[in-house]
């Protein structure tokens, strides 16, 4: 069994993964926890061509499929809308993952160190004082644009 790209669609307690072959039929359709999928089925296959879902938890996860020896692909989840066939589920989600991981043209999102996490979590937390000032500031002239009174800025 040829695979040539594997699709991971993460939902916050388990794994729906879709392996497909070179002509792009489905090969594997698997059902993981968390824990098993790093502890057993990075270990124990070839190394693959796997892509993700790119969001805020997956880096540590790519880490660990790389280190294991795979090529970790992280896709913006607007460019994998595209491929869903029909109707929404997790598993045409990651055969959708899969179909557009293997694309020559797609844009991947780099994956991130834990340094570059921190330093990317230390600017939010010193860009939130200044949206709340702003936020403040706004919020009388929009409860007086509610009662239709508008102010020239």
């Known amino acids: 069994m040829q695979i040539a790209s594997i699709g991971i669609d993460l939902g916050k307690t388990t794994f729906q993964l879709v ?10 359709r698997r059902k993981f926890s968390q824990k098993q999928f ?10 693959s061509l796997i ?29 994998v809308k595209p491929f869903v066939k029909s109707n929404k589920n997790d598993f045409l989600d990651a ?16 994956i991130k160190t834990d340094d570059q996490l921190d330093l990317q979590a ?11 000032r702003s936020r403040l ?10 009662m ?3 102010f020239r800025t």
């Open 137 to 146: 500031h706004q919020s009388p002239r929009r409860r007086l644009q509610e």
């Open 19 to 28: 392996a497909l072959g070179p002509t792009g039929q489905v090969l594997v």
């Open 122 to 132: 230390i600017h939010r937390v010193r860009y939130r004082p200044r949206l709340r």
């Open 51 to 79: 892509g993700l879902e790119a969001f805020s938890g997956v880096h540590f996860l790519c880490r660990a499929l790389r280190a294991q020896g795979h090529d970790v692909r992280l896709i913006p989840a607007q460019f």
């Open 95 to 110: 055969e959708a993952i899969a179909e557009a991981v293997a694309r020559q043209n797609m844009r991947f999102v780099p």
């Open 38 to 47: 790093v502890d057993s089925y990075g270990q124990h296959n070839q190394p």
């Open 148 to 150: 239709s009174l508008r």
